[in-house]
């Protein structure tokens, strides 16, 4: 089952300009429609390739896993854990679920591959998977490395507003100085 990540410092919030996609206090990673504008930056950050557009819809929004926001905060667990019926899918804290995940790796070292996937991928996620076979062959990403995207580009967008704020004053600071030039040779000539 693949489903969002709910990344401790998610890559698809981060690069939504609307924040129409917010990291919650209580830890999943939502969307709200109708803030979206539909750019699909989050689909491009996003490096599990989770939020879906509707692209056959006349009002299309993105589709992905919220946690069952409305539930966690009613106090009431995920749907899919209600649903499971082998304790496959468990709710908890990070901290509680990295140390059920290493119990059950270490109580049966031959069912699991020695790695809870999440815990440091991307910078760590809110959902975590254990595996009896390679992550790879369930079409996982192995290669992202550790550090959060957001770090990536945190420098650049930080010196975004600079571009929109500080250069068009200059230029025009600039333009002004520049006709105002051009009214005192343009009256001397007059004269």
């Known amino acids: 089952r693949r489903q969002c990540l709910h990344c401790c410092q998610p890559a698809c919030a981060s690069a939504c300009l609307t924040k129409a996609m917010e990291k919650t206090k209580e830890g999943p990673v939502i969307y709200n429609k109708d803030r979206c504008m539909g750019c699909r930056y989050c689909m491009i950050a996003c490096p599990q390739d989770i939020p879906k557009f509707e692209y056959g819809s006349?009002?299309?929004y993105i589709r992905k896993c919220i946690f069952c926001y409305d539930r966690l905060?009613?106090?009431e667990r995920p749907a899919c854990v209600d649903a499971c019926p082998e304790d496959a899918t468990i709710f908890g804290t990070r901290r509680e679920l990295l140390e059920i995940a290493r119990t059950r790796i270490y109580e049966n070292p031959d069912k699991y591959v020695h790695h809870v996937y999440g815990e440091h991928e991307v910078g760590g996620?809110?959902?975590m998977y254990l595996s009896a076979v390679p992550f790879e062959q369930l079409g996982f990403r192995t290669d992202l490395g550790t550090t959060p995207y957001p770090e990536h580009t945190s420098g650049f967008l930080y010196g975004v507003p600079l571009?929109?704020?500080l250069w068009p004053s200059i230029l025009i600071?600039?333009?002004y100085l520049a006709e105002d030039?051009?009214?005192e040779k343009t009256h001397e000539?007059?004269?």
């Open 125 to 127: 996620s809110g959902t």
């Open 163 to 165: 571009v929109f704020v």
């Open 189 to 191: 000539e007059e004269e």
């Open 181 to 183: 030039k051009n009214k």
């Open 73 to 75: 905060k009613a106090g």
């Open 173 to 175: 600071g600039l333009n």
């Open 58 to 60: 006349a009002f299309p």
